[in-house]
């Protein structure tokens, strides 16, 4: 099993550009989430999905996208890069999210100029 | 969602024992607490879960008191790599999971 998977491991935008992070999993989990983690800073959850077509908003969704077409994928979208974005995004799944074990990527590192 | 509040960083010495306590005193009913390990540019990584008393596998031990709104995360004879910042969660059964800042432990040779 490769896990969670991330691409890409690092990115610099511009400001206003768009972009898509990748996160897929083979361990057939039904919840996957994504976060972000500021310098110094812990984790806060930016959307996650509970199975194929259901997301739902976490703690900061602003600027952000989601989409849940199977139950491996689920991308990233920031529709307008912005230098308040520039941070590390790292991508988690679960069996069914609540309690259970979350297992996460590697991280890719943003960077917006 | 109950909050937590743990000690912003510890240092240690290899071979030591660490414990890292964990506040949360609003603590629910059906909370489970969790604790996670977070290495430098790497994601969190699960270490042990539990409701009550004590909890241990190959990796740490978890402490909890009768009235569970504390609880301590043991790590026996630590060595250099233990050097991670760790998170302590408490877990609902629902679908939001706040991780706060951690506790930086830092192990000195």
């Known amino acids: 099993n490769a896990g969670v998977t991330q691409t890409p491991k690092f990115q610099v935008l511009k400001t206003g550009q768009s972009m898509t992070l990748q996160c897929a999993q083979d361990?057939?989990?039904?919840?996957m989430s994504w976060y972000r983690q500021d310098p110094g800073m812990g984790l806060r959850l930016i959307h996650y999905?509970?199975?194929?077509?259901?997301?739902d908003q976490g703690e900061v969704p602003n600027g952000y996208n989601v989409s849940r077409s199977t139950t491996e994928d689920f991308p990233l979208r920031l529709l307008s890069a912005a230098p308040s974005q520039t941070s590390v995004y790292f991508c988690a799944s679960s069996f069914t999210g609540g309690r259970n074990e979350q297992f996460f990527g590697p991280g890719t590192r943003l960077t917006v100029l | 969602l109950a909050k937590t509040t743990q000690p912003i960083s510890m240092d240690s010495y290899e071979g030591q024992e660490v414990n890292i306590t964990c506040s949360h005193n609003n603590i629910a009913t059906n909370d489970y607490i969790t604790w996670y390990q977070q290495f430098p540019s790497q994601g969190p990584r699960f270490i042990i879960q539990?409701?009550?008393t004590k909890v241990t596998n190959e990796v740490a031990s978890l402490f909890i008191p009768a009235d569970r709104k504390s609880s301590t995360l043991s790590l026996p004879r630590v060595s250099l790599s233990d050097t991670a910042v760790y998170y302590c969660l408490v877990l609902t059964g629902g679908f939001k999971t706040i991780f706060g800042a951690g506790t930086r432990l830092f192990v000195k040779a």
């Open positions: 361990m057939n989990h039904e919840y």
């Open positions: 539990g409701y009550k």
């Open positions: 999905s509970v199975g194929a077509g259901i997301t």
